[in-house]
């Protein structure tokens, strides 16, 4: 079984062009995996579509794409284009995404029922497949749509997941699970509502991907690293649904704290709520060796495909760039 390591390309720190290079060089130096996230930088796709071009080996996922923003006709659209582009090396993983991305900057309704994952997948199968999709669901509706290209290869579709329902639906109907700001006891933990849907479905649970992005500060001064990672993260906590993981996962004081100190405009003081214990367990830093073996603990845990996000909390723009690229060679699988 090939060993996976994943890049998240670099786009915020190095600039779009300048990250297309620096996924093209992980090739060469031996990871396996490129994912794009969609969040409030570029999309997705268009990164995974340079990247394509410009490599022969990694597999190109998309981590994630919401489905509020896209209606499943055209996000498959997409999805046919990079397949077809990169050779039969990409995966499509959705999710819902959040209140505040989906509703606040989008404009648009969110809904966090599982019901909307569940039939979007089912259109977008059908359309993945070359099926003329008529669709009239709870959450969905497409009628008569037919895609006009041939992706070229069966697109592997991963479900991105927190919450138990999500979880075992991803386990019934996923190629794989995309993870999140989860520990290694947190990953355990989920992964049994992920078996328990697969088995539901007569599905063996070893046969699903498990993808788990992980924010890496490698080679940064720690004290800087750690009061910027628990910065970021804050950021994370205080979105109900990861707030909820995070009790899940046996965080619950600082969970509550953090939340109620947020809600009462206290933002410093949520920051400072924000543990070591949870820092230690939810955000990857030191020495090369130190986050590598931190790696092979999600590893252990039962994800298979660890994907780094390379953050640098340097003064300038270049020093960052710099150092995040810097990172991604010293984590490498190998050297060309």
């Known amino acids: 079984m090939t060993t996976r390591l994943g890049l998240t390309p670099p786009i915020e720190v190095t600039g779009f062009r300048a990250a297309v290079g620096v996924c093209a060089r992980a090739e060469q130096l031996g990871y396996t995996d490129v994912w794009s996230a969609e969040v409030g930088a570029t999309d997705a796709f268009s990164p995974l579509a340079a990247i394509a071009v410009k490599t022969e080996r990694v597999r190109l996922g998309t981590a994630l794409v919401p489905v509020f923003t896209r209606p499943p006709a055209l996000t498959a659209m997409s999805a046919a284009g990079v397949q077809q582009l990169s050779g039969g090396r990409f995966v499509l993983g959705i999710g819902t995404s959040s209140p505040a991305i989906v509703g606040l900057w989008m404009g648009l309704e969110f809904d966090g029922r599982v019901k909307r994952i569940e039939e979007y997948v089912e259109v977008l199968r059908q359309a993945l497949a070359g099926k003329k999709v008529t669709y009239e669901g709870e959450t969905v509706r497409s009628e008569a749509f037919r895609l006009q290209v041939d992706p070229g290869a069966p697109v592997p579709i991963f479900i991105g997941a927190l919450g138990p329902n999500m979880c075992r639906l991803a386990g019934r109907i996923a190629d794989g699970v995309l993870f999140y700001f989860m520990s290694p006891g947190g990953v355990r933990q989920a992964l049994e509502d ?143």
């Open 194 to 336: 992920v078996a328990a849907g697969a088995k539901e479905a007569g599905r063996d649970p070893g046969e699903l991907d498990v993808f788990l992005r992980i924010p890496v500060a490698c080679g940064e001064p720690e004290e800087t690293a750690r009061f910027m990672g628990r910065r970021m993260l804050t950021g994370y906590a205080i979105v109900p649904a990861y707030n909820a993981s995070l009790e899940r996962q046996g965080f619950e004081d600082e969970a509550r704290e953090i939340a109620d100190l947020w809600a009462k405009g206290e933002r410093d003081e949520a920051t400072e709520a924000f543990s070591d214990r949870m820092l230690d367990e939810l955000f990857v830093t030191g020495s090369p060796e130190e986050c590598t073996k931190r790696i092979e603990e999600y590893r252990e845990a039962g994800v298979k495909t660890p994907v780094i996000m390379p953050l640098s909390f340097a003064g300038s723009s270049e020093e960052r760039a710099e150092r995040v690229v810097d990172a991604i060679e010293a984590l490498a699988p190998h050297s060309s």
